[in-house]
């Protein structure tokens, strides 16, 4: 749907842009001649009504924005930029979509082993988490129980 959403940029889709959609369907997500022309009728179904997609850039990537991978990200951010340069230099609309989509991912992931504000940790998250637990069920074992229940 990005990818058609960055072709759209322009105004409607030229026949080179659609064929070039195709092919990058076919050849990236291993598709079917016709399984890629249902996947860009459906694309284009979605995002019939939309304007200006970088304005519910929060609502179209929500629902799967945690499945995304960091490899994942790259890949589409690539494919963006590719269907962009189509017919030229990406006008300004194709290149605030994808910066937008850049942004987007990048206030979503926070770096592992980091405090909110970037300090890193001593040790991973889950270690502290478990040590804190530990101490704290040793210390309510030992005030409730005598040494001989041990």
Same mark, same amino acid.
């Given at each position: 749907?990005? =990818?058609?959403?960055?072709? $759209?940029?322009?105004?409607?889709? %030229? !026949?080179?842009?659609k064929?070039? =959609? =195709? /092919?990058?369907?076919? #050849?990236?997500?291993?598709?079917?001649?016709d399984?890629?022309?249902?996947?860009?009728? !459906? %694309?284009?179904?979605?995002? @019939?009504?939309? &304007?200006?997609?970088?304005?519910?850039?929060d609502? &179209?990537?929500?629902?799967?924005?945690?499945?995304?991978? /960091?490899?994942?990200?790259? %890949?589409?951010t690539?494919?963006?930029? @590719?269907v962009?340069?189509?017919?030229?230099?990406?006008?300004?609309?194709q290149?605030?979509? &994808?910066? !937008?989509?850049?942004?987007?991912?990048?206030? @979503?992931?926070?770096?592992?082993?980091t405090?909110?504000?970037?300090? $890193?940790?001593?040790?991973?998250?889950?270690?502290? $988490?478990?040590?804190? $637990?530990?101490?704290? &069920?040793? %210390?309510?074992?030992?005030?409730?129980?005598?040494?001989?229940? #041990?």
């Amino acid at each position: 749907m990005l =990818l058609l959403g960055v072709a $759209k940029c322009e105004g409607e889709i %030229s !026949a080179q842009q659609k064929a070039a =959609l =195709l /092919d990058i369907f076919q #050849r990236e997500f291993h598709l079917q001649p016709d399984e890629a022309a249902d996947l860009l009728l !459906a %694309s284009a179904h979605l995002i @019939r009504n939309e &304007i200006y997609l970088v304005d519910n850039i929060d609502k &179209i990537l929500q629902p799967s924005n945690e499945r995304f991978t /960091d490899a994942q990200i790259a %890949s589409l951010t690539a494919l963006m930029q @590719r269907v962009a340069r189509l017919e030229g230099a990406p006008n300004h609309e194709q290149e605030r979509l &994808i910066e !937008a989509i850049v942004r987007y991912f990048q206030a @979503r992931r926070k770096p592992k082993g980091t405090w909110g504000n970037g300090t $890193k940790l001593s040790l991973p998250w889950f270690q502290i $988490k478990s040590r804190i $637990k530990r101490l704290f &069920i040793l %210390s309510v074992f030992n005030r409730h129980y005598p040494a001989g229940w #041990r």
